[in-house]
């Protein structure tokens, strides 16, 4: 592909006992290798409640019988919102958490900024809890009608660019000042932020005191983003990785007739490795370089999963593929 340029916790964050024992650390070889992850993107999590998803309990248990150690909350309360019950429960399962997610439609209006910053800090408060380090904030996604078209601008005019990484920059900063947490931004597809020139928009109109990239290898590969060059170019931001990989024959057929990003998943663009792109080796490699012990958090979409019993699989082979990948890691 063509290269392009590219809430039942206490508000104060205080961590219940039991979460020391969630996040404890574990000792490594080599502290500066990245710390693989995964997240229940991986086992078709898109939403808090879902009979279409496996449930919490299962997700849990199968993440450490698949050998991960670190994971994400994913959609606020899929795994729950009662911090000492949730640590005993990666407690049992011998887990650690890295991040939690929010979106950010901040483009919205000044005003947007203190009910999103409410929704960020119950986030914040419960990741701070479980002794997690980093919060992912996400771009709203276009719109589509009934009719499968996209619905208003796909992208940010100069006014709302000046809204949504102001608005960025004071979440992030109000993270840090709180919680002591970083915030990562997450470009993605059929969002305004997912193209090479729009993340980098967003890197030169952000404060890297205040936010830095959730660098999503398959959301860049779907806009042909060439990864490695992003992480050269600009490896002073480089907070957080999310690996997966897109099927670039079938990303051709999805781009060229506009198929939405919710059907090209049932399709099966995201696929496991190594069947499809980029490479994890040499990605690793430079976001180990320019950020040692970055989480790399596997995060495969698949949403919704035909077979529960799929997920576990796809994760074991998927580690197995980074293990032997040739770049450093580490799992525990």
Same mark, same amino acid.
């Given at each position: 592909?063509?290269?392009?340029?590219?809430?039942?916790?206490?508000?104060?964050?205080?961590?219940?006992?039991?979460?020391?024992?969630?996040?404890?650390?574990?000792?490594?070889?080599?502290?500066?290798?990245?710390?693989?992850?995964?997240?229940?993107?991986s086992?078709?999590?898109?939403?808090?409640?879902?009979p279409?998803?496996?449930?919490?309990?299962? @997700?849990?248990?199968?993440?450490?019988?698949?050998?991960?150690r670190?994971?994400?909350?994913?959609? @606020?309360?899929?795994?729950g919102?009662?911090?000492?019950?949730?640590?005993?429960?990666? +407690?049992?399962?011998?887990?650690?958490?890295? +991040?939690?997610?929010?979106?950010?439609?901040?483009?919205?209006g000044?005003?947007?900024?203190?009910?999103?910053?409410?929704?960020?800090?119950?986030?914040?408060?419960?990741?701070?809890?479980?002794?997690?380090?980093?919060?992912?904030?996400?771009?709203?996604?276009?719109?589509?009608?009934?009719?499968?078209?996209?619905?208003?601008?796909?992208?940010?005019?100069?006014?709302?660019?000046?809204?949504?990484?102001?608005?960025?920059d004071?979440?992030?900063?109000?993270?840090?000042?709180?919680?002591?947490?970083?915030?990562?931004?997450?470009?993605?597809?059929?969002?305004?932020?997912?193209?090479?020139?729009?993340?980098?928009?967003?890197?030169?109109?952000?404060?890297?005191?205040?936010v830095?990239?959730?660098?999503?290898?398959?959301?860049?590969?779907?806009?042909q983003?060439?990864?490695?060059?992003?992480?050269?170019?600009?490896?002073?931001?480089?907070?957080?990785?999310?690996?997966?990989?897109?099927?670039?024959?079938?990303?051709?057929?999805v781009?060229?007739?506009?198929?939405?990003?919710?059907?090209?998943?049932?399709?099966?663009?995201?696929?496991?490795?190594? @069947?499809?792109?980029?490479?994890?080796?040499?990605?690793?490699?430079?976001? +180990?370089?320019?950020?040692?012990?970055?989480?790399?958090?596997?995060?495969?979409?698949? @949403?919704?999963?035909?077979?529960?019993?799929?997920?576990?699989?796809?994760?074991?082979?998927?580690?197995?593929?980074?293990?032997?990948?040739?770049?450093?890691?580490?799992?525990?």
């Amino acid at each position: 592909m063509a290269a392009v340029d590219i809430s039942r916790i206490d508000p104060s964050g205080a961590a219940p006992k039991a979460a020391a024992v969630a996040s404890a650390p574990t000792s490594a070889p080599d502290a500066s290798a990245p710390r693989v992850g995964i997240a229940p993107d991986s086992w078709g999590v898109w939403n808090a409640i879902d009979p279409a998803q496996p449930s919490p309990e299962q @997700y849990v248990r199968e993440v450490a019988e698949a050998g991960y150690r670190w994971t994400e909350l994913g959609p @606020y309360g899929y795994l729950g919102t009662d911090a000492g019950r949730l640590a005993e429960q990666l +407690a049992e399962h011998d887990l650690s958490l890295s +991040a939690g997610t929010v979106f950010t439609p901040l483009q919205e209006g000044e005003d947007a900024l203190e009910r999103i910053w409410q929704e960020t800090r119950q986030v914040g408060a419960l990741v701070r809890a479980l002794g997690g380090e980093h919060v992912i904030a996400i771009p709203t996604l276009w719109e589509r009608g009934a009719d499968g078209h996209v619905q208003g601008p796909r992208t940010f005019d100069d006014a709302q660019w000046g809204l949504f990484t102001r608005g960025v920059d004071e979440l992030g900063r109000r993270l840090a000042e709180e919680f002591g947490l970083a915030l990562q931004f997450h470009s993605h597809a059929e969002s305004p932020v997912g193209s090479g020139r729009e993340v980098v928009e967003l890197l030169e109109r952000t404060d890297p005191r205040h936010v830095n990239l959730c660098v999503d290898t398959g959301h860049l590969a779907y806009y042909q983003v060439d990864c490695e060059r992003l992480l050269r170019e600009h490896p002073e931001r480089v907070g957080y990785l999310h690996l997966k990989q897109v099927d670039p024959e079938l990303l051709a057929e999805v781009l060229k007739n506009d198929i939405p990003f919710a059907e090209a998943v049932q399709r099966g663009v995201m696929v496991e490795p190594p @069947y499809g792109v980029p490479g994890y080796a040499p990605i690793l490699e430079l976001a +180990a370089a320019a950020r040692p012990g970055v989480f790399a958090v596997v995060e495969q979409d698949m @949403y919704p999963v035909a077979d529960f019993a799929d997920p576990v699989r796809i994760a074991r082979r998927t580690r197995e593929h980074i293990a032997g990948c040739g770049a450093p890691v580490r799992f525990r």
